[in-house]
């Protein structure tokens, strides 16, 4: 795919407001026009200019978890070691920010399971983002991308919103390509990264190399090895507390339904993984909001409707993985819920109901709630059960995993 091609089918499945900022991306080219780039790259070096020949790509051995399926992975970019490598390196990199400051990395932590701690992301100037940030683990199983967005389907695609989009700015790079690739080139360290990940090409520093490696970095944040996991596939008894296997038989019960919504091996809504693509997911109305009584959320928060226009898609949400929730508070898409025993009375009650100001309303009531938020009656005891269960599903070892660190931080270490 040339760079044009690659940055029109961007713009194919951008949500509306992002159009302006890739409308200028794709009139400058993919490379940024440094002054050997000269606007699109060619797929492949021409004769004459010697290319760069490290060893080739290192094979991907993926090492999974037991239970977890293969991800998908798109057929252009197959992983390498090299692009997760220079990958990782851009994630963490603050150069890819207006003011140098922010990076991915800002909004995702490795050590929160690639959130933020924060009701609402704030990106590079300031601005508050409508959304909270989500986390990054097993992202390469979700058929779809964002709280609401239907049509993001994309890694590579996915990240060039938070790069350059505008409304919200988050690393405020609009307009910016030029200095960003100029940034980049002045390294010796993406010199050689650039080289390593794309050794066919004569000049790598393209947006869409960029967007690779960043792609093939978050399909292996793969996150399975929790206590959970350890007592379902590693047979180890002891892996869970007591009262974190009365969670687990709370969690699974038809009275409290959450796998209906959180299932599978990933606690999230749908899997995908090789041999297995579905490109849709069920976003649900989880019944945070009625105001009015009118199924309204807040303006800038109508879910899966800001998409569709349909009334009764108002506050569909897409309902996210619920491996290491107990590190990614607080909770739901605009950071309402802080705890997760607020989200387990939120549950309990059939929705939450908001008494007075301008959000005012019952969200059990709302015409647009999931069939299948019904409430239910849990003691006091089987809360504090399903909040120990849903921390058994925290996986120490991913938020500390050295391969998915800080390289910057390492090397100052
Ligand atoms: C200013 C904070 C911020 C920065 C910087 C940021 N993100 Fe995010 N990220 C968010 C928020 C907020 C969302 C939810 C977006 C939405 O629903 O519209 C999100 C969503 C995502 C998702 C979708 C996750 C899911 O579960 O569907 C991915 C993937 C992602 N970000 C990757 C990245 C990458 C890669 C970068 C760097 C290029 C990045 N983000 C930079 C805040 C940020
Ligand atoms: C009908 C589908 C559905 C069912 C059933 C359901 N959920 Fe959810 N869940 C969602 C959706 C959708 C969201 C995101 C809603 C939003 O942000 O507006 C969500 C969000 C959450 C969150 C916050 C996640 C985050 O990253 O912020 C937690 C925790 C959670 N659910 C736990 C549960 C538990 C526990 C149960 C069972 C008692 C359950 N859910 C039942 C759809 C569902």
């Known amino acids: ?41 060619p797929p492949s070096p021409a004769p004459t200019e ?13 090492d999974l978890p037991p239970g977890f399926p293969v991800p998908l992975v798109p057929a252009e970019n197959p992983m390498s070691e090299e692009k997760f490598q220079l990958g990782r390196h851009l994630f963490y990199e603050k150069k890819l920010s207006v003011t140098e400051d922010t990076s991915c990395s800002t909004c995702h932590e490795q050590n929160r399971a690639f959130t933020d701690g924060r009701p609402r992301a704030i990106g590079a100037t300031g601005e508050v983002h409508p959304r909270n940030a989500q986390g990054l683990a097993n992202i390469a199983y979700a058929p779809t991308l964002t709280w609401n967005n239907p049509n993001e389907t994309r890694l590579a695609n996915q990240l060039l919103t938070p790069l350059f989009g505008e409304d919200p700015v988050e690393l405020g790079l609009s307009g910016l390509e030029d200095l960003l690739f100029e940034r980049l080139r002045a390294e010796a360290l993406y010199q050689e990264l650039f080289a390593a990940a794309f050794p066919d090409e004569v000049d790598p520093f393209t947006i869409e190399n960029l967007a690779f490696a960043i792609e093939v970095f978050e399909l292996a944040l793969i996150s399975g090895r929790s206590p959970y996991d350890r007592y379902i596939y590693g047979g180890d008894e002891d892996a869970l507390s007591e009262g974190a296997k009365r969670g687990m038989d709370h969690f699974f019960s ?83 819920l802080t705890t997760l025993e607020e989200v387990i009375d939120h549950y309990e009650r059939g929705g939450t109901r908001i008494d007075s ?22 003691s006091r005891q089987g809360k504090v059960d399903v ?12 938020l500390a995993n050295p391969r998915f660190s800080d390289p910057f931080a390492s090397a100052a270490d």
Request: aromatic share 10%.
């Open 357 to 378: 100001g301008p959000l005012a309303g019952d969200g059990r009531d709302s015409p647009n709630k999931s069939d299948f938020i019904t409430g239910f009656l849990l």
């Open 254 to 336: 038809e009275n409290l339904d959450c796998t209906h919504c959180h299932g599978g091996s990933n606690f999230a809504s749908a899997l995908n993984h090789e041999g297995n693509q579905s490109d849709s997911t069920p976003f649900e109305n989880n019944g945070l909001y009625n105001i009015g009584g009118t199924g309204n959320y807040p303006a800038d928060n109508q879910g899966l409707y800001e998409f569709t226009g349909r009334e009764r898609d108002k506050g569909r949400m897409k309902p996210p993985s619920l491996r290491n929730i107990c590190v990614t508070d607080p909770y739901m898409h605009d950071g309402s």
């Open 1 to 41: 795919m040339s760079c044009r091609e690659f940055i029109r089918s961007f713009r194919r499945a951008r949500g509306a407001h992002l159009l302006a900022g890739l409308l200028f991306l794709g009139a400058v080219g993919c490379g940024g026009g440094g002054s050997t780039s000269g606007g699109s790259q």
């Open 50 to 62: 010697p290319a760069p020949t490290p060893s080739g790509p290192t094979a991907w051995i993926w």
């Open 387 to 398: 909040v120990e269960f849903l921390c058994s599903l925290t996986d120490d070892e991913f």
